[in-house]
């Protein structure tokens, strides 16, 4: 098992890489959509929660990552003696009709299916997506974590409507007309996903890139009003078997998988890991479960991490794991301070169960 660190798009350093290294990582999974763009709704310092509005405003869709920038991150990342392991999400501008299948659909797949091949012209062997209308919404902010560290959660569901020109918790079109984006159903939420792996995965299959699917966060069944795709661990297996394909494959968050009200959080890594096709992990802890749950730091919450990674040991798990998220330490370098904590703690237990 390999120790990595997620890193938003601002974060992408040279400072930030080295920090990586110092505390034990190999490899970095890149965030490179700019979830802060036009100033954000919350701190550049911690993840992104924002408020109904969304994150902030996503990019140009005009403007698909090219192989060059790609190539230059990787070899970037490769000079401090790192491995660049994916790129995670979509920019939500690049793909928003294939998520609400608009007029643009069609064109927008080219796209990110030539995204994707650049990525494994890049040798970025990874890449992370989250198929979802609403997005990452709904969450709250508060010292949920101990010691009144500031933390995220979720305090009841979200259901008010997302407002047109939204898509993914962020704004593609800040001129829409007023009203909302009508609600999906589960059925064409499905559809639509299948559409989308039945483009892609040969695209990425024959790119040598993995599509690996972060499950819902927050697993609700429904947020803004619109359908969720992966609530529960049984439809994370749907997934899978919708399209068998290596190029099909999990970004296993152990936080939202947790969070889910149906199955048991070992079991459902035993049964994944087991099958091989968990590309690399989010190993996050939590207390409660939606719609009531709060991220905690990675030796406190509900979940034991270590017999998590004696389950992924056992099934010759070998991939990167990166903390995802943490709750803020206070000090001077809040989230800095909350990786290192986890990285640690990771680094420790994953020799630990490997002995
Ligand atoms: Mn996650």
């Known amino acids: 098992m390999k120790l990595g660190l997620g890193l938003y798009r601002h974060m992408l350093t040279r400072d930030n890489f080295r920090f990586a290294k110092q505390a034990g990582a190999t490899h970095i999974v890149a965030h490179y959509a700019d979830y802060f763009n036009g100033g954000g709704l919350n701190s550049r310092?911690?993840?992104?929660?924002?408020?109904?509005?969304?994150?902030?405003?996503?990019?140009?869709?005009d403007k698909l990552w090219t192989f060059e920038e790609l190539d230059a991150l990787r070899m970037e990342v490769e000079s401090e003696g790192l491995k660049l392991e994916a790129l995670e999400n979509f920019d939500p501008a690049?793909?928003?009709?294939?998520?609400?299948?608009?007029?643009?659909?069609?064109e927008q797949m080219e796209n990110i299916k030539t995204l994707i091949r650049d990525v494994g012209r890049a040798g970025i062997p990874v890449f992370g997506y989250n198929f979802s209308i609403a997005g990452v919404a709904g969450r709250v902010r508060g010292p949920f974590a101990r010691g009144e560290a500031d933390s995220v959660g979720m305090d009841g569901p979200l259901d008010t409507p997302m407002p047109n020109g939204m898509?993914?918790?962020?704004?593609?079109?800040?001129?829409?007309?007023?009203?909302?984006?009508?609600?999906?159903?589960?059925i064409e939420l499905w559809q639509r996903l299948e559409y989308f792996l039945d483009e892609i995965l040969p695209?990425?299959?024959?790119?040598?890139?993995?599509?690996?699917?972060?499950p819902d966060d927050p697993p609700c069944e429904t947020v803004r009003g619109q359908p969720r795709l992966v609530y529960q661990p049984r439809l994370y297996q749907k997934l899978l078997d919708l399209r068998p394909n290596p190029a099909n494959m999990l970004e296993f968050c152990i936080g939202s998988l947790a969070e889910m009200t149906e199955g048991d959080i070992y079991?459902?890594?035993d049964s994944?890991?087991?099958?091989?096709?968990?590309?690399?992990i989010h190993f996050r802890n939590v207390r409660g479960k939606v719609p009531a749950y709060k991220e905690t730091f990675i030796?406190?919450?509900?979940?034991?991490?270590?017999?998590?990674?004696?389950?992924l040991h056992k099934n010759e798990y070998s991939g990167v794991m990166i903390p995802d998220h943490t709750p803020l330490m206070t000090c001077d370098a809040p989230w800095h301070a909350g990786m290192a904590y986890a990285l640690g703690y990771m680094r420790a237990a994953i020799r630990m169960v490997s002995e």
């Open 203 to 214: 695209v990425a299959e024959e790119a040598g890139v993995q599509m690996a699917a972060h």
């Open 167 to 186: 898509v993914w918790n962020m704004v593609y079109d800040p001129r829409a007309t007023d009203g909302n984006v009508p609600s999906a159903t589960h």
């Open 94 to 106: 690049h793909w928003y009709d294939v998520l609400l299948d608009g007029p643009k659909k069609r």
């Open 272 to 280: 994944f890991s087991a099958q091989q096709k968990i590309a690399y």
């Open 299 to 311: 030796d406190e919450g509900d979940v034991d991490m270590i017999k998590v990674l004696r389950i």
């Open 267 to 269: 079991e459902t890594v």
């Open 45 to 61: 310092e911690d993840q992104p929660t924002g408020s109904d509005g969304g994150w902030g405003r996503a990019g140009d869709p």
